[in-house]
């Protein structure tokens, strides 16, 4: 079993920058990936980083490249993912989720099997 929590959500004006954090809680790390996705409401949730387990491989979606950052805590499994330049169109919703089964493309919604609660983050103007 894996339980996700995600903290450092918030609100913040355009420009400005988060640092989303997921904590893992499981019996074992290993072959787990742990993702970032964000949802708004009345639409689908939108993949835009994953970082695999053993070497931290990284995976960006095109809209999020650049400006969001995955990265691991190795001690503790934590994961971040640091966001600058944010814009109107980044607030949503913001969870973790993690997995241990691999299918291409890693943006694959229903290979993630384990969420969390979510973080809002709120960008203004």
């Known amino acids: 079993q894996v339980q996700l929590m995600e903290s450092g959500g918030g609100s913040v004006e355009a420009g400005g920058s988060l640092r989303l954090s997921c904590a893992v809680t499981?019996?074992?790390?290993?072959?787990?990936?742990v993702a970032w996705f964000r949802q708004t409401p009345g639409n689908e949730r939108e993949a835009l980083a994953a970082?695999?387990?053993?070497?931290?491989?990284?995976y960006y979606a095109a809209s999020v490249k650049g400006r969001f950052t995955i990265s691991r805590n190795n001690a503790n499994y934590t994961v971040f993912m640091q966001m600058h330049n944010l814009r109107p169109e980044d607030t949503a919703m913001y969870f973790c989720?993690?997995?241990?089964?691999?299918?291409?493309?890693?943006?694959?919604?229903?290979?993630?099997?384990?969420w969390g609660q979510g973080t809002q983050v709120t960008v203004s103007t």
């Open positions: 989720a993690a997995k241990r089964s691999r299918m291409d493309p890693w943006s694959t919604i229903s290979q993630y099997n384990f």
């Open positions: 970082i695999y387990s053993g070497a931290g491989s990284t």
């Open positions: 499981t019996s074992s790390t290993y072959g787990l990936d």
